[in-house]
């Protein structure tokens, strides 16, 4: 029988540039490999040899990829102390062994070149996103002269108290592993979050509207969460990864994330709750006051928003043509797989 994996994202395309939180992830996982090439499927395949060795027996973390659904990044096994990641997550400093795919599957001169293309495109799509994000800054400027912060402090003080006021501090550091529930991809935003919500029983859906402070709400959550010594994932933006967008915390079985638009969901049962910021903490009115200029300032937006993800478009046509530039066979997979079978034994 199959043990039920997780899945998230580590990295991603961001008003910020490229973002990858790989690091926290990989705090005390001794064995770590590193898959080294240019051709992302031929990663892919590898690490998927390896998640249908091990998923019948352990539980297994699969990071997903910001180049596309068909790709994945790599594999993380706790219980194992193990992970194999692909060279795009790996950071600067992170204590990793290289496995070089080169000597099974050549690398094509003609490639390399393509991606310096690649690259190209991708610091146009962050460009984009910056853009889109100074602009979303004016949107939030409408809704905070708006805003009772005080009330929206009594919110997150009195959710916390609802929430973890029973728990007895645990009398250790807190592990911190920071995520991305969603990312952004030639199709645009995407996200796992129903697979998220399947891992807890109690569901907060923190509604609201820019700069209604639903980031700074869960911040609130997690400064509790340290205190008490609670681990947590932390799930941060893909369009601003210094905003938080999900706190899910394992050991109180709940989480709170940002339920709007480009991932807005909304309660399946009578245990998931509505927490509505706007609702609660703005001037009654405010969308009607503004309404003219939240639409230009929201059209400006989304033509930034387009034009990025256009970008990271014509970036995945040149990683096609890479992809094109490599040819391999279900044995060498399996060669490949039992080379480093065997080098992860010595």
């Avoid at 690091?23 to 031929?42: A, D, E, V």
């Avoid at 394992?250 to 709170?256: L, N, R, S, V």
């Avoid at 609660?280 to 059209?299: M, Q, Y």
């Amino acid at each position: 029988m199959l043990v039920e994996s997780v899945r998230y994202y580590v990295a991603g395309h961001t008003a910020k540039g490229y973002v990858n939180f790989i690091s926290s992830n990989l705090k005390g996982i001794n064995q770590r490999i590193t898959l080294n090439h240019p051709c992302n499927l031929l990663k892919t395949r590898i690490i998927q040899e390896f998640i249908n060795d091990f998923s019948s027996d352990y539980e297994v973390e699969i990071i997903l990829s910001a180049h596309g659904r068909e790709y994945l990044e790599g594999l993380v096994i706790p219980e194992k102390s193990l992970s194999i990641i692909t060279n795009a997550i790996l950071e600067d400093g992170l204590n990793s062994e290289s496995f070089n795919l080169a000597k099974f599957v050549p690398i094509s001169e003609n490639s390399q070149k393509m991606e310096q293309s690649v690259l190209s495109y991708f610091k146009e799509a962050y460009s984009h996103f910056e853009n889109a994000l100074s602009i979303h800054d004016q949107l939030e400027a409408v809704y905070i002269n708006e805003m009772d912060f005080e009330k929206a402090d009594q919110l997150a003080a009195k959710f916390i108290e609802n929430t973890l006021g029973d728990f007895r501090s645990k009398n250790k550091k807190s592990v911190k592993k920071r995520r991305l529930f969603g990312t952004n991809t030639y199709e645009g935003a995407v996200n796992i979050v129903p697979e998220l919500l399947k891992r807890v029983k109690s569901r907060f859906y923190l509604k609201g509207r820019a700069g209604t402070g639903k980031s700074t709400f869960m911040r609130a959550v997690i400064k509790k969460c340290e205190e008490l010594g609670l681990d947590m994932e932390i799930y941060h933006c893909s369009f601003d990864p210094n905003s938080v967008d999900m706190v899910l915390v394992p050991e109180a079985d709940f989480c709170i994330f940002d339920s709007t638009a480009p991932h807005e969901f909304f309660p399946e049962n009578n245990q998931d709750m509505i927490i509505d910021l706007y609702e609660k903490t703005v001037t009654p009115g405010t969308d009607e006051k503004f309404a003219t200029e939240i639409e230009k300032i929201t059209n400006n937006y989304k033509n930034e928003i387009k034009n990025a993800v256009n970008s990271i478009k014509k970036a995945r046509e040149k990683q096609v043509e890479i992809e094109r530039e490599y040819s391999f066979s279900r044995e060498t997979v399996k060669k490949i797989a039992n080379n480093l079978l065997a080098a992860m034994k010595k």
